[in-house]
């Protein structure tokens, strides 16, 4: 280890000390504690920190958001009033399993209206209330739960290539 290292090691032993004395006082979260002992480490062991091309990550993740698993617009036969606004077309997008909590997959997949009116409302943009799927056409409310059933069918089952 060279001149340079070893003293840049010892200032971090001796923040790191620093910031654990202050986390016993202070409102630190933990995790803060352990920064600067994986900086020795890295130093120490001549191991250079990994880089991070930000722009290209950054590039990934609105690709990836933007190729995520959305319908088509859903042309309403009848439009959702909100006030003076009308909906006439619904997007919907690919739900989380999250999302699918409380609905029994099996009534979504045989477009059972509870299950329907439940789940459009956390996966339609523009958003719509549960009270406005409710008053929603029953012939958008089937498309809607095509939709969305199709989201659920792997792609074996829809014959896509995996």
């Not at 309403?76 to 690919?94: A, M």
Request: proline share 5%.
């Amino acid at each position: 280890m060279n001149a340079a290292r070893g003293s840049i090691c010892a200032l971090l032993v001796l923040v790191s000390q620093w910031i654990y004395v202050a986390f016993l006082f202070d409102e630190i979260p933990s995790w803060v504690c352990g920064i600067p002992a994986v900086l020795v480490y890295f130093i120490a062991s001549g191991a250079q920190m990994p880089r991070i091309n930000w722009r290209k990550t950054m590039a990934q993740a609105k690709e990836k958001a933007t190729t995520a698993h959305v319908s088509d617009a859903i042309e309403l036969d009848s439009p959702v009033k909100r006030g003076e606004q009308s909906i006439d077309s619904v997007t919907l997008r690919k739900p989380t399993a999250g999302e699918l909590r409380g609905v029994n997959l099996s009534d979504v997949l045989q477009l059972q209206t509870d299950a329907l009116i439940k789940l459009i409302p956390r996966l339609s943009a523009p958003s719509l209330t549960e009270h406005e799927v409710r008053n929603m056409d029953p012939a958008d409310l089937v498309q809607c739960g095509g939709e969305i059933a199709g989201f659920l069918l792997t792609k074996r089952a829809k014959g896509e290539a995996a």
